[in-house]
């Protein structure tokens, strides 16, 4: 019973520091990109930085409106590159709300954090010390090109979150 308390105090500690992290850097990213960068917050709209994120917005509101996944509908276009993460995104366009940047943006660091804790999970079927797969996490949730990733409005964090857990699972299972 001790050991599971101290497994599940390892656990909340880590979900925590990484939170806390992610809420840092995410932070001072939207900091940057509303205060420090007129110009491209001009240029981008206070949106994406890449225009296939908006492809995939589009792709994704006509999936929630029942007309499949097309840029037009009933214009057939193999546009996605990431179907998942389309689906992902057309769940957004039924939650209340007219800020689907800034839903996209909360999904991003979302998933940025259960990639943190995927790795933390990793780190400890690998055998590192609590202190290790702890830092191993809050660098993996912090690493500036996932945080920009994360705020692109791109598949990036779900395909890294869906990674990361992958690789713990195997490491889980092999040993």
Do not use: C
Not at 2 to 14: F, K, M, N
Not at 39 to 49: D, E, H, K, M, Y
Not at 74 to 81: K, M, N, Q, R
Not at 113 to 125: E, R
């Amino acid at each position: 019973m001790d050991g599971s308390r101290t497994l599940l105090r390892y656990w909340l500690t880590a979900a925590a520091v990484n939170a806390g992290g992610l809420l840092a850097v995410v932070g001072l990213f939207l900091w940057y990109e509303h205060s420090l960068a007129p110009a491209s917050r001009v240029a981008l709209g206070g949106g994406f930085p890449l225009d296939d994120a908006w492809i995939h917005l589009q792709l994704a509101r006509n999936l929630s409106l029942g007309h499949g996944m097309y840029f037009n509908p009933g214009d057939p276009v193999s546009a996605s590159s990431a179907p998942l993460w389309t689906m992902a995104l057309s769940v957004l366009h039924f939650l209340p709300g007219e800020e689907i940047v800034s839903m996209v943006k909360a999904l991003g660091a979302l998933l940025l954090w259960g990639s943190g804790m995927a790795a933390f999970g990793l780190a400890l079927a690998l055998r590192l010390p609590f202190g290790l797969a702890l830092l191993t996490s809050l660098i993996s949730t912090v690493t500036p090109r996932l945080v920009w990733g994360g705020m692109s409005g791109m598949e990036i964090p779900l395909y890294t979150l869906l990674s990361t857990a992958g690789i713990w699972l195997h490491a889980r299972s092999a040993g």
